[in-house]
């Protein structure tokens, strides 16, 4: 049988993103809006 | 697999439609592939959530903008957007380095040491003497008025004085002494970097 030498690394399960990082994205998502006028596309950010 | 790149699609064309729920879906689904992908490459929390949340604004942008044209390919879009942010953290980095804080005082993340380590020395002779065997190859009058520029530091002025030829001679076989180094370089893949 061969030997393992080396140690399994220590999985992190933790790595997600923080809950107030999803938040802001999805008030980012819903304040965003895309305003069309003619051939021009304008950003708005509407908080 | 093939089910949820599917759904993938679906939910990406019901959020462009103004479905908010579907990116709330889509962000949980990849949201830790993507976190765990940028954190393989920066190891310091807080840059991840950062690079994180800039490549989901990006998304964002880009959907609401009706930018995004690659249906049933929604995760490794994502993964490139926060590959190049990753490569752009990087980069402004390397222009900008950070000084670590470790609580105590260390001049050493003050004066940096500038000198070259053991395998950049070794790069930089070899790449220096690569330079000086192309520049042999060159032929006389060009080779002459390259190594009184660069080696000798001499002015066009003083090389045209010293060769007897006007300045725009000696500028001229300057050029063409750069173009068929540049072509040596290429022909044979040399290459020249560290």
């Known amino acids: 049988m061969a030997k393992i030498y080396s140690n399994a690394s220590p999985k992190n399960d933790n790595l997600k993103p923080k809950d107030e990082t999803i938040s802001f994205l999805l008030n980012y998502s819903k304040a965003l809006s895309v305003i069309n006028y003619n051939k021009l596309k304008f950003e708005a950010l509407l908080n | ?194």
């Open chain 2, 1 to 194: 697999m093939k089910k949820e790149l599917i759904q993938d699609a679906e939910l990406v064309s019901s959020y462009i439609k103004g479905d908010e729920k579907a990116l709330s879906i889509l962000i949980q689904r990849h949201k830790q592939k993507i976190y765990s992908f940028i954190y393989s490459k920066v190891y310091d929390r807080d840059i991840t959530e950062d690079i994180f949340q800039d490549t989901f604004i990006k998304v964002i942008k880009t959907l609401k903008l009706g930018k995004y044209n690659e249906e049933g390919k929604f995760l490794p879009w994502v993964m490139r957007i926060a590959h190049n942010l990753v490569i752009d953290h990087f980069r402004k980095n390397s222009r900008m380095p950070k000084f670590s804080n470790t609580g105590e005082f260390s001049i050493f993340s003050v004066l940096s040491d500038s000198s070259l380590n053991a395998e950049k020395s070794l790069i930089k002779d070899q790449v220096e003497s690569d330079v000086r065997r192309i520049i042999e190859e060159l032929p006389e009058d060009q080779k002459q008025v390259l190594v009184m520029r660069m080696y000798q530091d001499m002015s066009f002025k003083e090389i045209s004085e010293r060769t007897g030829v006007s300045i725009n001679t000696a500028l001229g076989r300057m050029r063409y002494a750069l173009i068929n180094m540049r072509k040596v370089i290429d022909q044979n893949n040399i290459v020249l970097t560290n």
